[in-house]
């Protein structure tokens, strides 16, 4: 039984990557739902979940959010659940035929919509006096656009960092800078443009202090690392409460702030265990408010559990590319909800090298080991 699971749990993966993609395209950007979508997505997860390779650690953590989810029930915590889920079905797949299928269905997606819609537009009103007009290549929302390039750019760059081609990388990113910044151009999206900045940043950091220092080893830097969403978190919930403090940043930050203090202002004590409804009618664009209130308290512990030994196993292997894409995904996790969208299949893949660097001490981008 279990030869004949694993024989089908491959071709399942890319179907259900491809449902989720497909659900995305609907929902955001056609504004129609459609119920079988969410049924096969049901189906083609029962038949990718890795059942042989679940540890234990990972059952108790599942555990803890089914019973949450049956204590105080909400439509968001399937939004919670279905990353962790999407991260032990791909816990054994090769990396490398992983970003292939990313490629292929969000490459492919992209090409049609750039010949079917063009780059579309949008005219967003921002203030009285303040008139943006934004272009969101057909996905509904600019920064839903932006959102997708950038999922679609980080799995070509690592798939090229894992393959034979990784001493052009940097040749690859120069060329992604420069398509990104179109992007910014045409979608004006804040939080793509800061995650870009952030992953240019942190890569180059890195990457020139092992340059011009022999057996470069990050040193005290990695303690900042591992504090990052908990810092996060900190920041995000100070400045929503004294909101009124800091004008320049709210408006910075489109306004944000004062959605995160409307959020925190309606929460009971028992919401911080449980969850809360109040996503139903307050529009929080922020993954660790998410993380913390709509499954509660605990599964955010998770999430800096899985993120505190990833994050170690990569500064212990000097992955700079990865640190700086891991950093990225936190910056633009400020911003949007993103962490928690698996629709836009690009994001999922913080989820699962988060979850495979968690208990990989090895060398996962390996080209001469994981080329298949």
Not at 38 to 45: N, Q, W
Not at 138 to 164: R, T
Not at 174 to 181: I, Q
Not at 311 to 322: D, E, G, H, R
Request: charged content about 15%; hydrophobic content about 55%; aromatic content about 18%.
């Amino acid at each position: 039984m279990n030869e004949v699971l694993e024989k089908i749990r491959r071709p399942s993966i890319f179907i259900l990557l491809l449902i989720l993609n497909l659900r995305f395209l609907f929902t955001v950007v056609l504004g129609e739902r459609q119920e079988i979508l969410t049924i096969l997505t049901f189906f083609f997860f029962l038949l990718s979940f890795d059942y042989t390779a679940m540890r234990r650690e990972y059952l108790y953590w599942l555990g803890i959010l089914i019973i949450v989810s049956l204590a105080q029930f909400t439509p968001y915590k399937q939004n919670v659940l279905t990353p962790i889920v999407l991260m032990q079905c791909i816990s054994t797949l090769n990396l490398k035929t992983y970003l292939r299928y990313n490629i292929i269905i969000l490459g492919g997606t992209a090409l049609l919509m750039l010949l079917f819609v063009g780059t579309g537009q949008m005219i967003q009103a921002e203030a009285i006096s303040t008139i943006r007009i934004r272009y969101d290549f057909g996905y509904g929302h600019p920064n839903a656009a932006a959102l997708y390039y950038w999922g679609l750019f980080i799995s070509i760059l690592l798939y090229c960092y894992v393959s034979k081609y990784r001493n052009f990388i940097w040749i690859l990113l120069a060329f992604l800078l420069l398509v990104s910044t179109y992007l910014y151009v045409e979608t004006d999206s804040r939080s793509f443009i800061f995650a870009v900045i952030s992953f240019i940043l942190v890569l180059c950091y890195f990457s020139l202090r092992s340059r011009f220092k022999r057996d470069y080893r990050i040193g005290y830097s990695r303690y900042v690392l591992y504090l990052l969403p908990i810092v996060f978190v900190v920041l995000t919930i100070y400045f929503a409460i004294n909101v009124n403090d800091y004008p320049v940043l709210n408006i910075l930050l489109s306004k944000r702030l004062t959605l995160y203090k409307e959020l925190l202002d309606g929460l009971t004590p028992l919401q911080y265990l449980l969850g809360t409804t109040a996503f139903d009618y307050i529009i929080v664009d922020n993954s660790y408010l998410h993380l913390l209130f709509e499954a509660g308290v605990l599964v955010f512990v998770y999430f800096v559990w899985l993120w505190f030994f990833a994050v170690k196993n990569m500064v212990k292997q000097q992955s700079f590319i990865l640190i700086a894409v891991f950093i990225s995904f936190l910056v633009y996790g400020l911003m949007e909800s993103l962490l928690l969208y698996s629709v836009i299949i690009g994001n999922n893949i913080f989820w699962v090298l988060l979850y495979r660097y968690r208990y990989e001490e090895d060398e996962l981008f390996d080209p001469e080991s994981k080329v298949d």
